[in-house]
């Protein structure tokens, strides 16, 4: 009996999946320390720009997940450390846009209260 043939893209797919093993095997740095600051940087910014007030869940997730970098970095688990500093500064982001979104919709809801006022006194409405 004889082996079968394996085509030559099967063989590629087979050695691209052996190669991705190895990579996921392989050992994972652990953040730098700007890493660190750059991500508490953005929990920082997310904070001044109010974020507690408009996305207090997405602040509260980014200040949790960088706890968690800071627990897996001493407990020397450089990959969760990383993960988790990448969705700490995505948390972060997502608050500091949601919370200019907050600002600029009340900035246009007291523009059109503003505009509201002018046109009735320029229009003369409500003089009755």
Known sequence: MTAPKV????????????LGLLGACASVPPP?????R???EAVEQARAERASDHAPMDLGIAEERLAQAR???AADEPRRARQALIEAELAAELARAKSRAARARAAVQARR????????????????
């Open 7 to 18: 085509s030559g893209q099967r063989a590629r797919l087979v050695a691209l999946a052996a």
């Open 32 to 36: 730098e320390v700007s890493d660190f």
């Open 38 to 40: 750059r991500v508490e």
């Open 71 to 73: 627990q897996a970095l």
């Open 113 to 128: 209260a503003e505009n509201a006022l002018l046109r009735r006194e320029l229009l003369g409405e409500g003089e009755r």
